[in-house]
């Protein structure tokens, strides 16, 4: 995008074409919007979103395999700070469909989520590692994630649970992190076509947390460790064997109350 650019190449292609092109956004009064509200609980704090804008006019141009001009539609990104609703935990943003301006913007994707606002109280030098995160592609193009996990016919509500999983490695270099694990990775990703509005409300399961022991040094028999809130010690590492052994302790415990 023109606007990224040194400001001496944008000057640069102002003199070579006579003028140059206005990628801003500019959405007309009378918009039409999207809102999307995020249920937070008390652990967690809403992320930023990050919102994407295509158009058909303002080209972006690329190269295939043999050297072929192929031209795509441009995009713009942008992030917006959803905002508290009085003293609730609902967070709120309003995204205008028609980002307007001579590019004739569209609104085509938003990423948003939720993550752990004070990651040291799981100790020193704990950081937030990832996961908590939801993308809704709103026409026909992937995100920057990927395409659609899941479609959703008019306005999505969105109710996903998680578990804290607390992380250490060492290969790298020694690093802690805390993370959010839900049943589909980092990001869910939903095509919801006809939303107008879309909510999301993770529930977040804290005494049921996993800790995970990464190996200090590559070699065959040595495994990463996982650390269950029953006691359980395993090194079954794939991605949704972790979710499913939390629910079942979870549901195992609450079940005997």
Known sequence: MIKKMPVALVSLLVSLSGCAKDYSLAPPP???QIT????VPEELEAEVMQVM???????RVTHGASGQRIELEGYHGIDVYPQRQGQSNLYQASLPMDGGG??????????????????SRFGENVTYGAGGGIVVIFDHNNSPRGGADLKVEGDPIIRKEYYPWLSETFLGGHSKDINLLGERGIY????????RQIYFEPV??????????????????????YTYPDGSVVADGRPNSKFLRLQAIRLAAEGKR
Do not use: I
């Open 102 to 119: 001579p590019c004739q913007w569209r609104l085509s994707n938003v990423t948003f989520g939720v993550a752990y606002k004070d990651p």
């Open 53 to 59: 804008y295509r158009s058909a006019t303002c080209k």
């Open 204 to 225: 977040l399961h804290s005494n049921f947390m996993l800790y995970s022991v990464g190996v200090k040094e590559k070699k065959e028999g040595n495994f990463v460790t």
């Open 188 to 195: 869910v990703k939903y095509r919801a076509l006809q939303a």
């Open 30 to 32: 009378d918009s039409e």
């Open 36 to 39: 999307v509200t995020v249920k």
